[in-house]
């Protein structure tokens, strides 16, 4: 079982810029495929960034590219969102997942997920 757990979520104003954190416990994290999702209300979990296991391949999603990295850092078993510009309609409860030895970016495609944080972005 791997539990991920996020942190950085918070207001704030538009173009200002937050990077949220994904710690995971488990000690194989380097094999892992990480990923960031959100959902605004009334909408469905739409995916964001991917890493690969090795941080060698990222994919972001095109509304947010430009402006959000998804670097990790394995020595730490974290994986990072890094939100740059941001807008009002970033604002959602974006969400940490790991897929086993894959990079994906469909969320039936990742084994474990976190509570998630709110990020809130005011005009």
């Known amino acids: 079982q791997v539990q991920l757990i996020e942190s950085g979520g918070g207001l704030v104003q538009a173009g200002d810029s937050l990077r949220l ?7 194989t ?9 959100h959902q605004a209300p009334g909408k469905e979990r739409e995916f964001v960034a991917a890493i690969s296991p090795s941080g060698g391949t990222t994919y972001v999603a095109d509304s947010v590219k430009g402006r959000f990295t998804i670097p990790r850092d ?3 078993n974290t994986v990072y969102l890094q939100m740059n510009s941001l807008k009002p309609e970033d604002t ?3 969400y940490c997942a790991a897929a086993a030895g ?9 084994d474990y997920w976190g509570q998630g944080t709110q990020v809130t972005v005011s005009s």
Do not use: I
Not at 21 to 27: E, F, G, I, L, Q
Not at 29 to 37: A, D, E, N, Q, R
């Open 74 to 76: 394995n020595a730490k």
């Open 29 to 37: 994290f380097s094999s892992y495929g990480m990923g960031w999702f």
């Open 92 to 94: 959602a409860v974006y």
């Open 21 to 27: 954190s994904c710690t995971a416990s488990v000690r």
């Open 102 to 110: 894959r990079l994906a970016t469909a969320g039936p495609l990742y």
